[in-house]
């Protein structure tokens, strides 16, 4: 009788030629990378999109000048105000617990403030 033979796997072949397509793709694009008109192309077009984002980032903000917007930096400037306040705020409030710990003990009201309006005797016309 004949003998069985092992079915083909395509997954198995799949793997094999991807396997060889990334060596040789690796090996190509190593050979392409070490080259000095690689090198220059990547810096030209890096230098040309570090431009063109200067380019769109100042019309940005002219634009929302014109429209009276905040821009990116103003957002951030008022950030750090805004920080700022908050510290500060805290601060007071820490010290104003601090004081009024101070000087309030467990048990005692504060002093009432004086009374300085006499009640109306009663034959004043």
Excluded: C, Y
């Excluded at 997954?11 to 392409?32: V, Y």
């Excluded at 306040?85 to 467990?106: F, H, K, N, Q, W």
């Amino acid at each position: 009788m004949a003998e069985s033979s092992k079915p083909v796997d395509p997954f198995s072949l799949w793997r094999e030629w991807l396997g060889e397509f990334e060596k040789r793709s690796n090996t190509s694009i190593n050979e392409a990378m070490g080259s000095e008109g690689f090198a220059q192309l990547f810096g030209q077009s890096t230098g040309l999109a570090m431009g063109v984002q200067k380019v769109v980032g100042d019309t940005m903000n002219r634009h929302l000048a014109t429209l009276n917007l905040p821009t990116r930096a103003d957002i951030a400037a008022l950030g750090e105000r805004l920080n700022a306040v908050e510290t500060l705020l805290t601060r007071i409030v820490d010290t104003l617990e601090r004081s009024g710990a101070a000087a309030a003990s467990p048990g005692t009201r504060p002093p009432r403030p004086p009374k300085t309006r006499k009640p109306p005797t009663p034959g004043a016309p």
